[in-house]
């Protein structure tokens, strides 16, 4: 490790160097399209020094990934940079030739992508797409370069990177892949890294560890990291300063304390806004309204203005703002307004008071008890049998089944909002359509108005559909595309015998009407709206039969934040008017809170914890749960959490752990009993269920340092890591 | 008689034939029975209609228009050398009592021999047999047998090995002239060298039978066999190797014991390909893959003949095709129906159409050339107002729609039906073109008579009695077509039992005169003609007297 | 042969997310169609085939049976532009004429395929299971055996006509369909309005013919039209071995197959009814191609 | 999963299939038309030798006993008299398969060595007008039939520059010059089914190579700085051709199916004439044994893809894919 620590100095001299590392200067990208060129990075320019991280956060479309690629020389056709320089370390890139730019990329300046699930070439074996890069750029011998890989892997904390490095991509977990995918990166030294989104197709447990990865290399190494990214949470836990993208502009850079403290631009106040944070209050969340405009429709004046509260006419007529600094703050922002708006306080909207309480004495509008579902493993008849060698000798053919959801209890009363909150293969979404019987349950009951789901024949079911009602994540694939909004609203409430006729018509431009959309939206085809608009649809179709319970799974994960408030803010207001219980499945830790009353926290498909959202955010905790907890990024560079870093991966749910499902990863862990005994989903009385061997107390207690520091040092199970 | 079924299924250069066997066993004996004696001479009709493949086998023809006579003699012959033979239709079944395709034919006849032999003159000479007497009531023939005869497999040939051959024919009804050997009284073998046998009643068409492999010698221990497959005989080749559907070889045996007075053989190796493409076949020959093919189409006769770098040789006439109708089924029955599509064609562009003037037109079931063809009837000109006559007459003015069932794999007959199509479309009569294989036709047409109009082949040559009875007699064995006149049928009955020349072909001529007149059920269109090419440094003539079939013993390679 | 052209506009669209919301579906697809070249080639192909086979006895000088031994096998001329065959018919007319067999072959054997397989392939990918694994078992097993020896086959059993050609391509595609159809349903299944549509109370019957086939029609027809040009060829293959049209029909098959035998000395016999099949198959594959290109539903989502 | 499990399950997908090949078969060859005893014996057989042979047979018994026993003989190798031959159809198969197999491996090593450089050349200068002229060669190729291709093939080669036989097949124990006379012959029924595969083998990899192109570890490769050439051979051009394997293996096996027409257009005499031999003479026995030799090509040829799949495919352990 000595090479890191001299570069680590080199860099620390030459970091007070006046030149940037990077130095982008009026960047323009633009695509050519069949009609108008779209300008997708217009006329961007900031600066990046040595050990410096520079966040450039915005929502999709907004430019963010293009900007990054120019830099690096890598787009796509038909784009190409038209204007503007990228004044890496006093060379221009966009004036180096294709052959130059090869020599500089992956050796001075590193890319680590978004999706390390695809960004490894499953073919090459992990190493040899380490080996390759270091050979490309620095003249060793192979084994030299091995050498270096396996540094490079071990620094990033793979563990046992040596046996590692002749595994395929396909034999590490996301978290790892994103580990190789860094130490590609690293192997060659580079000055800058520009990470492009690294963390947004993990969990939040295993986002928490490579963030923390990322910081602390660039501590140990001192480059530049460019890091793209939509989460103002990651921003704030990792960069130093900020730039935040509208449309294919920069529309304010800043400080990252100075950015959250007092944003200087109203688009960086309502993305701020619309966040829900796990440790505030609201009742309903600021929003922004409307969506950001097609890059090919762009309004006239500012591109934010038909969103912007504190638009003007000016601000719509005196074309795109410039951006320059914002007097009395060390930001700049491309407003015109930005001069005399004081944007440190957030809008909280007038509508205080709407909270509600829900009325637990009677009967729960829906019981779930021991629910079970397991699914064949593989597909087709033959599909679930494997050979199974475990006891020596001939091998035999075993079934083997995935246990996606093994024993869930929870209930739902009218008017509520419970929510089940976990990480990607905890059985949430299962549990949603089991409950609905989408899937028929393989053990355990599901009582809807104390009426058995599970024993009622299909036809009894498919009446009881108008009385539970399903919002799905993705809005574009939950509406059929061949269908007009209003034939897919009317088809639900004809098929009910809500209304039909011209009845049905009105009622459906009511209920369009009614979340936010024209009565005239009736008629158009799901492809016409936005993301945003669409899960309108999709929730005016589930109030089409004037359900009593709506299960939402993951309805906003799909959505810009600012999107995602609106949404959010409507199932609310639906609530509160209309009464419905919801059950709200989401991985969104902040987005949960903020909108259940109870929570159940689920992991390996088994019920973790089971309470009031106070109860479950508040010690005592699930191990799991404070893990959890402790992971999310919050939008506050200033609340630094005691991070609970997880071992290893979640087991495979096909050959899940004895006792308790979490001990294999728990730093809690008290011995035996968890490997032996399954722990009950015990009541403390008050209604708050823990799953878990541990006292109160403690549960209560903090997770020591120790044991972040722990994580690194991973039980080396063969496949398992993270 | 599986094998018999489908034979010959896909080049018209081989006479149509393989029917089957239990059909042609009922001809046998109905053909032949009522013949008083006809003595040993043939070269005349011996009556033995059916006798062989259903067409194919040793009804010796008239072997006359042979174009080109480079087949000389023997003079200059030279030994050795492979003779490459594109080769149309592949070798069938290999046992020779068994097999009657003509592709079979052609290569047993080089490795099998029989007691007699059908000679250019059209007589039968003892061929194995050194001498052969006859009794004076005909029905005890006696053969001496030559000495030093060798089978292939080297054992001396004795009358134990054709008694024991005889006696496989007449011991399993599967064997072709099965039918033959029911005439048979006794057969003996006094010594090593005689041999008789002694008939029922006479019998003339057997000694005729016994010319061909059909009755072939066989050595006593493969006699025993029921299937031959490899077949060993005494003749001037012997069976090398084969492959289905692809090739066959045969060697010259060295030990042949009629070098000197059969002759030859020369040819040291015989391989034959089994092209069954006619261009295919005639392209490889004209590169000079081949020293010899048989069946040239004859579209592509006058390119060969202009060609002067190869040999060209005709052998007409071959067969006779004909337009089948069904006279039993609507609207066939009526004759005025058949009448009106006679009227509607033009046999002589037909003929033309198929041929390219290889063959010719004719309204006469008998060879050309032969005493039985009565010149007086001609193919009826086309002539549209007296089909249409005719229609009017069958109570259909509007015409009429058939189908029409063509046996794909001969061109021939593929262009003459879409020439008489077209041409009876005219007359309205709509006759729909179906090709069927070869095995759909034995099926369909002619075992379930399901078909209203169809074309075939028959192979008649130099002997009426296949012309006349055999398909037109309704004991014939080939009898499909439903036409029946009593008038007819005592004609040629009563020919079958005439030897007077003159007073037979009176009766034919009647006959056919007849036939024509009540529009039989075979609509005679046009006899066609073998058609072989050759290097010109193979020498020798090509194919057996009757044109049935090829010898090579007295080939040879000048090279 | 898969969805290069589809997976192209994808990756341009998604590197800057052109959303192209309000504007009606098929104006864009009617414009990114007649922007690809394939398919506006392709259509073009096909439909003058159409008009031809459509006016054919308006476009044809001659009668395609009249046969003329005077006249027979001349070449190419003013007279006859194509030349004449063996029975001196003339070939232009009979090439011309032609298209009405191979359309209606290729068209009458892919409606049933399509009828057939789409359902088959539809249930079966929507339900899934044993349902799905014996359907697809046969579907597989069907297509274990060449296409045209099946036909061949199937060609025996039925006797040669052009009807039963159509009979015997239709069922010897129909797994083909029966595939694509399965694999559309497989990964709408997947959409959430299935879902959408079971958690709203819908039957299976609803779901599979009014929500799923809809969405499964876009590959389908790309399958179909291909298969079209698949069936054409097929008909001429039949034709060519003697078991598919009947003389004197035009079909192009057995016009090269009767004219093979005159290849050294009447090659034309052969090459135009050649050039028409492939121009013919060109032009159905081409359109498959460019359908392919537009219809593709991985392009047909816009991002927002 | 192991690589193991992997090629057991597929191993009992085939014989599933199989089985259903071998119904399929049975039922389409037991409603052709024609009674079998009738085609041995002859249409004018007598009712009762007839009723004989069928017993013996087994014609008499019900459709499903004649299936299983005619499977269980089929499972021995045994595949019954070819009716109009009179040979084991077995041997008769195992005489003619040879030669079509020497076909269509020549074909497809013709179509790989021409169409893989051809796809990536097509996929990396894709819209250029290699790309155009290559796609243009697509259509063409897969729009012409293969009897049309043998027929051009011929009137060129053989009919006018006179460079290559006509057809015919000769077996170089046979010829003059072994293998080189066979060589000969095979050159143009080789090249000309090569020249349809090569359509389909090279628009598979060339879409094959762009969806890899296009994908996250590509764009990766290049932004570690590798050059073209190393991002497009090893990197896209590794993965791209695993798919292409599954269609080179389908287009050996459709060669196959291809053969049938091809083999009578050059007189070759291999499995495909002794198809429709079987088909043109109704010879039941024979024409089963043809078609599940052939399909069992088909299938063993998919199997063999399958195990060059997993050999390629790091991923393939984990199976689950189809």
Known sequence: MSRTQSTATDVASTADTDTPLLDVRDLRTQFSTDADPVVAVNDVSFTLSRGETMGIVGESGAGKSVTARSVMGLIDHPGEIVGGEILFDGEDLAAKSEKEMQTVRGNRIALVPQDPMRSLNPVLTVGSQIVETVERHQNVSETEAKEIAIDAMAETGIPDAADRFSDYPHEFSGGMRQRVLIAIGLACEPDLIIADEPTTALDVTTQAKILDLLNELQEERGMGILMITHNLGVVAQTCDTVGVMYAGNLVEKAELEALFERPTHPYTRGLIDSIPETDREYDELPTLDGAMPDLTELPTGCNFAPRCPYAEEACRTAGDPELRGVEGTPSAAACIRADELDLSEGRVPDAAGLGKSVDRSGDPLLRVEGLKKHFSAGDGVLGGLTLDRSGGGFPKLKRQSVKAVDGVDFDIYPGETVGLVGESGCGKSTVARTVLQLLEPTDGGVYFDDQPLHELGSSEIRSLRAEMQMIFQDPGSSLNPRKTVGGIIGRAMEKHGVASGEEKHERVGELLERVGLSAGAAGKYPHEFSGGQQQRVAIAHALAVEPRLIVCDEPVSALDVSVQAQILNLLNEIQAEEGIAYLFISHNIGVVKHICDRLAVMYLGEVAEFGTVEDVFDAPYHPYTQALLSAVPHADPTRRTNRVLLEGTVPSPIDPPSGCSFRTRCPKKIGDVCEREDPELADAGDGHHIACHLSREEMSEPVGEGHAGDARSVESGARSDD | MRRDSNRSDSDDSDSHGGFARRQFLATASAGTLGLGLAGCLAGDDTGSSGNGSGGTGTDSGSGTGNESASGSGAGGAKSGGTLQWGGAVPVQGLDPHLDTAAASKRVLENIVEGLVRLQPDYTFEPLLAKEMTTSEDNTKLSFTLHEGVTFHNGEEMTSADVKASFERVQGNEKFVANGFMQKVDSMSAPSDYEFSVTLTEPFAPFIAKMSTAELAVLPAAEAEKSEIKEPIGTGPYQFDSREIESSFTMTKFEDYWGADSVEGPYIDKIVKSEITDPSVRLQSFMAGEYDFINGIPPKDVQRVQQDGSVRFEKNFPKSLVYLGLNCEEEPFSDKNARLALDYAFDKAEVAEAALYGTGQATASPATPGSPWVNEDVQPRPRDLDKAQEHLEKAGMPDGFSVSFKIPQSYPAQVQAAQVIADQASEAGIELNIQKITWSSWLSDVYSKQNFEATTSSYLALYYPDVSFYKFLHPDGAFFFTGWTNEEYNAKVEEARHLYDESKRAELYKEATQIMHDERAGHLLLFWQANLYGAQPDYKGKIGTPDGSSLRFNDNWLDR | MATDAGTETKRADSSFRITTAQKERYARLWRQFRHNTKAMVGLAIVLTLVVVALFAPLIAPYSVSETNIDARSEAPSLQHPFGTDELGRDIFSRVVLGSRISLYVGFGSIVGALAVGTTVGVVSGYAGGMVDEVLMRVMDAAMAFPPILLALTVMVVLGPNLNNVILALAFVYTPYIARVGRSAALSERNEEYVESAVSRGESDGYIVFKEVLPNCMAPLLVQASINVAFAMLAEASLSFLGLGAQPPKPSWGLMINSGRGFMQTAPWMIIFPGLAIAFAVIGFNMLGDGLRDVLDPKVDTVES | ???????????????????????????????????????????????????????????????????????????????????????????????????????????????????????????????????????????????????????????????????????????????????????????????????????????????????????????????????????????????????????????????????????????????????????????????????IVVAMMYMLSNLAADVLYAYFDPRIRYGGEN
């Open chain 4, 1 to 291: 999963m192991s690589m193991l499990s992997y090629l057991v399950r597929r191993v009992g997908f085939l014989a599933v299939t199989l089985l259903f090949v071998t119904l399929i078969t049975f039922v389409v060859t037991n409603v052709l038309p024609g009674d079998v005893a009738v085609l041995i014996l002859g249409p004018n057989a007598s009712e009762a030798s007839l009723q004989a042979l069928r017993a013996d047979l087994g014609l008499n018994q019900p459709l499903w006993v004649q299936y299983l026993d005619w499977l269980w003989a089929l499972f021995q190798l045994d595949m019954g008299q070819s009716l109009r031959f009179g040979e084991p159809v077995w041997g008769l198969i195992m005489d003619k398969l040879p030669r079509s197999l020497l076909l269509a491996v020549a074909a497809t090593a013709f179509a790989v060595v021409l169409s893989l450089p051809l796809g990536v050349i097509a996929a990396v200068k894709q819209n250029e007008p290699a790309d155009v002229a290559a796609s243009m060669f697509g259509f063409v190729g897969v729009s012409i039939p293969i009897f049309l291709w043998g027929l051009v093939f011929i009137l060129v080669f053989a009919v006018w520059l006179n460079l290559f036989p006509t057809g015919g097949f000769v077996a170089p124990s046979q010829a003059e010059n072994g293998w080189m006379t066979t060589i000969r012959h095979l050159v143009l029924p080789a090249t000309s089914m090569g020249f349809a595969l090569t359509a389909y083998v090279m628009r598979m990899t060339r879409s094959s190579m762009l969806e890899e192109l296009g994908d996250e570890y590509v764009k990766l490769a290049r932004a570690k700085g590798m050059s073209e050439r190393v991002v497009v051979i090893r990197h896209a051009f590794r993965n791209a051709v695993i798919p292409v394997i599954t269609v080179i293996a389908f287009q050996f096996a459709y060669a196959f199916g291809g053969i049938v027409v091809l083999e009578q257009v050059f007189f070759w005499p291999g499995m495909g004439k002794l198809t429709l031999t079987a088909i043109q003479s109704r010879d039941i026995p024979l024409l089963q044994g043809c078609i």
